[in-house]
Antibody, heavy 118, light 112 residues
């Protein structure tokens, strides 16, 4: 399983950014997927989840209403649309595949850095 | 502030055993046998080393083991090796209105 996250960069507070996670050697149409982030000097924080078919989605309280997770199964790509960005959203964002029973993250991508600063 | 509580630092000499604790509540660690542990080396992707409390993925050394009692989970690394030096995170599925996963604050393991 190979997951490659991209789309990070520096953005001003209040602006938007869309992260992508390209998958190879795995079909996202059959995979639950997550976004997890790590702020500088901090620990891991779960951000968002989507079931394999996209019918079930969930968000951390810190991003609910601002972030949207989606999957393009035909393009085998996971997305995270991030709106109304705040300085506290500054982090390395990882995409990760959920296990079959959704209980853990069995494969991780390398991560992409998002910096929210004026 | 992380939902699950881990010690910030642990250390040990090569060949020794160390244990990292992960304390949660009856809404997360105590509610399900869905505790997992991740090894994270700076600059690399995290890697699962224990899932569902005490299961090791294929390819993970038997030196890594997990357990749980009540609201506290534990990761034990036996026969410490220099390559084990990394950050370790526990994670649990949590009950809430929606699906939710919570992490510990992470433990830095130093091999002396």
């Amino acid at each position: 399983v190979q997951l490659v996250a991209s789309g990070g960069g520096e953005v001003q507070p209040g602006r938007s950014l869309r992260l992508s996670c390209a998958a190879s050697e795995v079909r996202l149409s059959a995979s639950a997927m997550h976004w997890v982030r790590q702020a500088p000097g901090k620990g891991l924080e779960w951000v968002s989840f989507t079931s394999y078919d996209g019918t079930t989605k969930s968000y951390a309280a810190s991003v609910k209403g601002r972030f949207t997770i989606s999957k393009d199964n035909s393009g085998n790509t996971l997305y995270l649309q991030m709106n109304s960005l705040r300085p506290e959203d500054t982090a390395v964002y990882y995409c990760a595949r959920g296990s079959l029973e959704w209980s853990y993250f069995d494969s991780w991508g390398q991560g992409t850095l998002v910096t929210v600063s004026s | 502030q992380s939902v699950l509580t881990q010690p910030a630092h642990v250390s040990g000499f090569p060949g020794q055993s160390i244990t990292i604790s992960c304390t949660g509540t009856s809404n997360d660690v105590g509610a399900y046998n869905y505790v997992s542990w991740y090894q994270h080396v700076s600059g690399k992707a995290p890697q699962v080393i224990i899932y569902d409390v005490n299961n090791r993925p294929s390819g993970i050394s038997a030196r890594f083991s997990g357990s749980k009692s009540g609201n506290t989970a534990s990761l034990t690394i036996s026969g410490l090796q220099a390559e084990d030096e990394a950050d370790y995170y526990c994670c649990s599925y949590a009950t809430s209105v929606d699906f939710d996963w919570v992490f510990g604050g992470g433990t830095k393991l130093t091999v002396l």
